[in-house]
Structures are given as C-alpha cells and as structure tokens.
C-alpha cells in the first residue's frame, strides 16, 4: 500500500468513527411541583420539528415521584438538540392552562427559557459534542 493511499484510508475510517460517535446526555429537571403524574419529555433536533412538537429524537414518559427527576438520552449524535418538558399532573394528556392562557401545570425548555412564553429552537438549543449534562427547572 502507498503512504498517500493508507493516509487517505486512516482519514476517512477516523471521519466515519467520528461521524458515528454516539453521546449520552444526563438531564436533571428540578423544581416539580406536584409529585404526581407524567413527565414528557421531548429532545429535538431542528427547529420545525420543535415548533410543530413532532418527531422528536427521543421521547421519555417518566411517572413522577418526586420533586425532581433524572434520566438519559444516549446514542446522541453530535449536533444541535432542543428539549421541551411538560408535567401532566393530572394525565389527561395537555398542559392545563388557566381562562388567561397561562399554564396551570408545569413546563420547562432546555436552557430554562420560557418563563414568559414557550422558548423558541434557538433560544432552548444546545450543542452535544460530548457526552454531558444537563438541568431543567421547571415553571
């Protein structure tokens, strides 16, 4: 085998290794106000698929039990991903709201956006690279 050829070779098996590399992402969500119900929790990664809530990358329906929760998403490729979070107290499947609009039951956006309305993609985005962690607190 020719140098050039085998450097052209190593290259592109360590661009498909990296290509493949798979993440794991730990997310701690804190301040659940109720420990009763479902978490939803949905990791996305563009933003229409964030905006119309489908497709989502992984999904997680965790019961809760406590004022917070841990869980993982793994085999994450690099890239850009957005998180939204919705706490079902009551399991009818909706984020309750109040005759204002304003939710009556608990919600959260990676990056702790969303205080004063849902976060838009690229203010709750974050970048994986690595393996990670993460927290929520929720609204």
Request: with cysteine.
């Amino acid at each position: 085998m020719k140098l050039p050829t085998f450097f052209c070779t190593a290259a592109l098996l360590f661009a498909s290794t990296q290509a493949l590399a798979a993440y794991q992402l730990d997310l701690n969500i804190h301040q659940i106000k109720s420990p009763q119900g479902t978490l939803h929790v949905a990791l996305y990664n563009n933003e229409a698929n964030y905006d119309a809530g489908q497709q989502a990358v992984a999904v997680h329906k965790v019961a809760v039990s406590s004022n917070k929760v841990q869980l993982q998403f793994a085999g994450l490729a690099a890239g850009t991903y957005a998180i939204k979070i919705m706490h079902d107290e009551n399991n009818n499947g909706e984020l309750d709201r109040n005759m204002f609009g304003i939710p009556t039951e608990g919600y959260g956006f990676s990056n702790n956006g969303g205080q004063f309305g849902p976060s838009s993609f690229n203010e709750a985005a974050f970048t994986v690279s690595a393996n990670q962690q993460l927290a929520i607190q929720l609204h």
